[in-house]
């Protein structure tokens, strides 16, 4: 290539606009079906809790008590049948949406925000301050998650804002331990020491090279825990220690319906369906993600 | 029996990808006398892995597959062979010794039991007998006899390295395919294990192909040098021929890059450009692009194979019509 | 006469670990002359990148000083370190992890001119940029590319562009070509002497590889398990090698020529590590000649000849 | 190795401690008065008063909770609430059930995950690996109790081949380990195979295949015992989820463990058995870490000579 062409080209090339890496892990992203099906899932959920009141009304179809109605197997007016107290159950999945995407969302935020910070520090500055950290870990990753949620909501008592406590609570050591772990196998990489080499501080260094970096398991991590945090308020919620009646839950329109399992099967069935469904969509895409994110793993 | 050890002919593997096809290794031929050692030549990506591979019949499959040619070891046809029949061969007639001693060895089996492995497969022999082999070839390859109950990650890179040799050889095969295997070591190990080869070699009278990108190396050990370029040898010949009169400008290029240890003023010329896109490899010569002394035909034409000897060829246009044609850099 | 740039005095540096100390950095002394190359040589773990970065203080010196244009650098302070960091910088051997994978070109060699404020104004440091592009040889049009998008040598280049992108005077290459192929490692080579010749630099140049440190450097160090064993003015030191080691050590190289044959030296034993020495010479378990006062005694660096320094009790016989 | 395990054993003290300690404020947080649980509505003021001041009610949380401490290391752990009895007793009484339900669950996990894990790694991306993987995550996905749910419509109410709970006999043992093995199952499947694909494209395996090694072979004496170091590490995690969800599985299958105990406890608000339930599960758990770091020692070389 001559000269005078090689400017013009560059010319061109600066004019265009880089390609970003988040636009290059969509791409990636969209050649997986399996994860594509996940997100078309969420999205749905999504669609449900936004927009809920439009779909059934709480106090009329949701909450209030129907006795003329009750255990109707899903037909035309009711297409998932109603419960034990003649609700409708699509409108309680519906409503339950909320609950479960907005419980889940919340406490894995409590969880990443605090966890993530613990684990940055100690996976950053190493020494004595991650020893510290990491013991007092060790005592809360003794006790399996769900326990742990379980004594927390126990504790304070069941209510929505308890169980985002309980939940996120006991999802720190996770998160802890996981951005930890990509703190460190970025840490000892040599841009950091690049970063250093150039005069950056750590606050420049943290910020600008070792969080970009480490996000990638950070994120599938999370998307992973938000579905794992679903499972887990349905179940507290199911032995009667999360959201309580009659607020509409997907766990606890479980453990509602579980008396009528011989004759009225569907009343369990399709508020398991929905907890599944939301489970696996999140599931999907946190694999789909890991794929796309980490192209060497192909 | 002829005194051919290997022959391949037309060789073509090519790695099936998302993002296309890799034409690795494309129409490579190389023969391998008994007893010799062939010194394979190349840079990141020239396709010498492959080749070796191709030879085990190791080529991961997917992406890997070898699309044409003809690799014959010791009389038989190698493509042709079931996967029965090359596991009776692997490690018996043919073993091989990879890059990285670090990761070439198994971390949960003990050394002992890793060379004793081969030598019960193929010698039909008992635990014991094997073991007590196992330990005499790890005497050979000068690593004491009463290691052999450790594990890998009880020894240092070199003695790895050692370790690695030893299971390549305990079943005495005709051929031995060496791909880099000092360039993990540090120098005075590096001089220690390829000291190692060469009395080994001797010692058990087999062929080898010898996978460098280190021409230092080859002067060392070697019989015979190819080089090979973007999936052909683009030169072969004797250590002699090649050494005394290159012909392959990139051969030429080659040897210029390299800081001579013995006169530091001399300038270093290195090759201008990098190796072509493997993707998408150019109609004519490969080298093309990079090459000082190129001609319009080579970038339309396949340069033809012109032989100097029995042994010496090269893939060229240039000596096409002149076959006395000299390099500008000539030889140090 | 020209005048020293750098000056190392008694440097050590120590290091914990579960087996004990490890003195990867052992009382060590050089000086280098402005504009000059100092290469320094061993094999792993010998200390020579260990060397490298605590001259930098990208480590933190356990004793000793490291004296940069009349300043102990040991002593300054946050602010201190970052003015001298301007004129001292560093390459790296790998240059598949030394830049950062979420960076373009661009941005990688914009970034400390930035951090520095060396060049506030948006354009004019774009332009800075290109400038740098330039000057390593990298084609404008990857300005916007990732790393990982470009072969080895370029990245390199990318490496060098951003240790150049200060008012650098001084360059710690750590093993800037090892991870190359030959081809590609004579261009960056040339690339480095060049820059060193036009911008008038000054290098340390950590190696592995005996012949390139011939090729490049003025004087050469060689080090030994944390110790500096033997350094004279690269001629001499090719010529008349005196320590054991070095001996070996450039009789090791294969060398890519018919004539000529070395005497190859062929060590014992392995390199192992420098935890909790004895007072004895480090490589006395591998050497050939090795004494009895060569394992009960650390020999000192001593001169034999003009500017010849060697760490040997058997020299002087 | 001894020196490992007993290095192991003592590691664990501190983390008890913590333990005990994190639990025990946690559950002194509830809301409420023992004493007047313990003595019923009718109680009067004074009564109760004399109840919180003879069981140490009115001292700083941490006395109470050195005192505690002080009867758990004397094994005793105090008397429920509800029913007066030793904690210590019922727990001795359920923790039996507990286990067998969850040994059970996790041998059925793991003689189910692992083979099917190691053929999709081999087989990766074939039909098997495909379907084998998408099962595994619907597997994931589903919550125990809801699947023990549609197991008992299907195979009790329907079929009538097992009860639908309580604990008697072997029969009644699998529906509730097979509803707890489902998800340990799926997910200890996936690290055999992501473990198994890892560790095929190691140098080593080459060596081996070099050697003439039949394909088989490679798989079982190489790949597998490299794979099953990672795999190793979730099956101790997996076995504390186990436990957690055994809180589930026992409530819906009216299984009498612990887990059903802690549940009943919670809703009762007889707090010493909460506290001594959370203790028994997580020292099960710490016992389950260890067996897994003894296992790990055995299984990889470079471990146990760290500390020979």
Redesign the interface.
């Known amino acids: 290539m001559s000269n005078k062409s090689e400017v013009i080209a560059t010319e061109n090339l600066i004019k265009t606009k880089k390609r970003s890496q988040s636009a290059d892990v969509w791409r990636r992203l969209k050649k997986s079906p399996t994860a594509m099906i996940g997100l078309a899932i969420i999205v749905l959920f999504l669609f449900m809790a936004l927009f809920a009141p439009l779909i059934a009304d709480y106090d009329d179809e949701a909450i209030k008590m129907n006795v003329r109605e009750r255990l109707q197997p899903p037909s035309t007016t009711h297409i998932f049948g109603t419960d034990e107290f003649g609700r409708d159950i699509f409108a309680r999945i519906v409503w339950g949406t909320r609950i479960s995407l907005f419980v889940g969302l919340i406490s894995v935020s409590i969880a990443l925000s605090i966890g993530g910070f613990l684990g940055a520090i100690a996976g950053y500055y190493g020494g004595r301050l991650d020893n510290a950290i990491m013991r007092v870990l060790d005592v809360l990753l003794a006790i399996p998650t769900i326990l742990l949620a379980i004594t927390i909501v126990a504790a304070l008592g069941a209510s929505v804002l308890n169980l985002m406590i309980a939940v996120g609570v006991s999802n720190i050591p996770g998160f802890a331990r996981v951005v930890r772990a990509a703190v460190l196998s970025v840490k000892d990489e040599e841009f950091i020491e690049a970063a250093r080499a150039i005069g950056a501080n750590d606050f420049i260094i943290i910020v600008r090279h070792v969080l970009p970096n480490s996000m990638a398991p950070i994120i599938v991590f999370a998307t992973l825990k938000v579905a794992s945090s679903i499972m887990g308020i349905s179940s507290l919620s199911f032995i009667g220690l999360g959201v309580q009646p009659p607020t509409p839950e997907w766990g606890s329109m479980l453990a509602g319906g579980r008396a009528y399992i011989r004759d009225y099967m569907y009343i369990v069935m399709f508020p398991g369906l929905a907890i599944v469904m939301a489970v696996l969509s999140l599931n999907l895409i946190g694999d789909g993600l890991r794929d796309a994110l980490d192209p060497k793993l192909k | 029996m002829s005194d051919k050890l290997l022959k391949i002919e037309d060789l073509v593997v090519q790695y099936i990808t998302d993002d296309g096809i890799v034409e690795a290794v494309n129409g490579l031929n190389i023969t391998v006398d008994r007893g010799k050692t062939l010194g394979l030549v190349g840079e990141t990506g020239a396709g010498k892995t492959t080749t070796a591979l191709s030879i085990m019949r190791l080529i991961p499959h997917p992406p890997g597959k070898i699309i044409s040619g003809g690799i014959e070891l010791d009389g038989m046809d190698l493509l042709a062979l079931n996967e029965q029949r090359l596991e009776k061969i692997r490690g018996d007639v043919v073993s091989m010794i990879f890059q990285d001693p670090m990761t070439a060895l198994n971390p949960v089996i003990t050394v002992g039991d890793q060379i004793a492995e081969a030598i019960m497969i193929h010698q039909k022999v008992g635990q014991a007998q094997a073991s007590q082999k196992a330990r005499e070839m790890l005497e050979i390859v000068g690593i004491p006899g009463n290691r052999s109950n450790e594990y890998p990650h009880q020894f240092s890179g070199g003695m790895k390295q050692r370790v690695v040799i030893a299971i390549a050889l305990s079943c005495n095969p005709k051929l031995l395919i060496a791909d880099e295997p000092t360039t993990a070591l540090d120098v005075t190990i590096q001089a220690q294990v390829l000291e190692l080869m060469k009395s080994l070699k001797v010692k058990f009278q087999m062929g080898m192909v010898l996978i460098t990108h280190d021409l230092g190396v080859v002067a060392e050990v070697c019989d015979d040098v190819a080089i090979m370029y973007a999936g052909r040898i683009v030169e072969q010949g004797t250590l002699e021929e090649v050494f005394t009169e290159v012909k392959h400008p990139y051969t030429e290029g080659l040897f210029n890059s390299i800081p001579n240890i013995d006169d530091r003023k001399e300038k270093l010329k290195p090759i201008r450009g990098l190796m072509s896109d493997p993707y998408n490899l150019p109609k004519g010569c490969s080298f093309c692009d990079r090459c000082d002394y190129a001609m319009p035909v080579c970038e339309t034409e396949k340069p033809p194979k012109i032989y100097f000897s029995d042994t010496h060829f090269v893939e060229c246009h240039l000596y096409r019509d002149q076959q006395d044609f000299k390099l500008k850099g000539g030889m140090k | 006469m020209s005048e020293v740039i750098l000056e190392v005095k008694n440097l050590k540096k120590y290091f914990d670990t579960p087996r004990g100390k490890l003195h990867a950095v052992d009382d060590i002394n050089f000086s280098i002359e402005k504009g000059k190359t100092l290469g320094l040589v061993g094999e792993s773990g010998c200390g020579k990148s260990t060397t490298g970065r605590v001259i930098l203080r990208l480590l933190e010196a356990t004793e000793g000083e490291v004296i940069y244009e009349g300043v102990n650098i040991n002593h300054l302070d946050k602010e201190g370190m970052r003015r001298l960091r301007k004129e001292m910088q560093i390459i790296f051997q790998d240059p598949f992890s030394s830049l950062d994978p979420r960076m373009t070109v661009s941005e990688i060699i914009e970034e400390p001119i930035k951090l520095n404020k060396i060049i506030e104004d948006p354009k004019a440091r774009f332009e800075r940029v290109l400038e740098l592009m330039d000057l390593v040889g990298l084609s404008r049009r990857l300005m916007n590319t990732y790393p990982h998008e470009l072969d080895g040598g370029r990245r390199q280049r990318i490496g060098i562009a951003r240790a150049l992108s200060l008012d650098t005077k001084f360059i710690v290459c750590d093993e800037p070509v090892s991870a190359l192929d030959v081809s590609i490692q004579a261009q960056i080579l040339n690339l480095l002497k060049e820059l060193q010749d036009k911008l008038g630099l000054t290098y340390i140049f950590i190696t592995h590889d005996l012949s390139v440190v011939n090729h490049f450097s003025d004087d050469i160090a060689v080090m030994y398990l944390g110790k500096l064993i033997e350094k004279a003015p690269a001629e001499m030191l090719f010529t008349n090698p005196i320590h054991p080691y070095t001996k070996a050590l450039l009789s090791a190289i294969p060398r890519p020529t018919l004539d000529k044959k070395v005497e190859k030296i062929i060590l014992k034993g392995e390199i192992t590590s420098p935890i909790n020495p004895q007072n004895n010479c480090r490589f006395s378990d591998r050497c050939n000649h090795a004494e009895e006062i060569c394992r009960s005694q650390e020999p000192a660096l001593e001169e034999v000849a003009p500017g010849h320094f060697v760490a040997c009790h058997l020299f002087k016989k | 190795m001894t020196k490992y395990i007993l290095r192991r054993i003592l590691m664990m003290i ?3 401690l ?2 005990t ?3 025990f404020f ?6 409420g008065d023992a004493a007047s649980m313990i003595l019923g509505q009718e109680a009067t003021e004074e009564s109760i008063a004399e109840l919180r001041e003879e069981m140490g009610l009115n001292d700083p949380t941490i006395v109470q909770y050195v005192r505690y401490m002080g009867d758990l290391f004397q094994g005793d752990m105090g008397n429920s609430y509800a029913t007066g009895k030793t904690v210590n007793s019922e727990i001795a009484q359920r923790f039996p059930n507990t286990f067998v339900l969850t040994v059970s669950a996790i041998f059925l996990s793991v003689l189910i995950s692992i083979p099917i894990g190691v053929v999709s790694a081999t087989r990766q991306y074939s039909i098997f690996d495909n379907v084998g993987m ?1 099962i595994a ?2 597997g ?4 125990s ?2 699947t023990g ?2 197991l ?2 299907a195979f009790s ?1 329907k079929l009538g081949w097992f009860p639908s709970g309580g604990m008697e006999g072997f029969i009644s043992l699998i529906l509730p380990a097979f509803t707890l093995a489902i998800a340990s199952t799926a997910s200890i499947t996936r690290t055999t195979r992501s473990s198994m694909l890892e560790v095929i494209r ?3 395996i ?10 088989n072979v490679v798989i079982r ?2 790949a597998l ?2 794979a099953l170091i990672p795999a190793i590490t979730v099956i101790g995690l997996e076995f ?2 186990l ?3 055994a ?2 599985t026992e ?2 299958f009216s299984w009498p463990g612990i887990g059903r105990l ?2 009943e406890s ?2 009762r608000k007889d707090t010493p058995m ?1 506290l001594g339930s ?1 203790i028994v ?2 020292l099960a ?2 016992v389950v ?1 260890l067996i897994i770091d003894i296992l790990y020692a055995f ?4 471990i146990k ?1 760290n500390y020979s």
């Open positions: 501190p983390v008890m913590g333990v300690l994190l639990v946690i559950i002194s947080l509830t809301p998408i995550l619907v994931i996905s589903m919550p109790f809801w749910l549609l008992i419509i109410l190691q140098d080593y080459n060596t081996a295949k070099a050697k003439g090694v039949t394909r004496k190489h015992k490299n504390g989820i436990l957690g969800g809180v589930l409530t819906v802690m549940v919670i809703q909460v959370v599960f997580a758990f710490s870490n299984i990889d070389p470079r000579s």
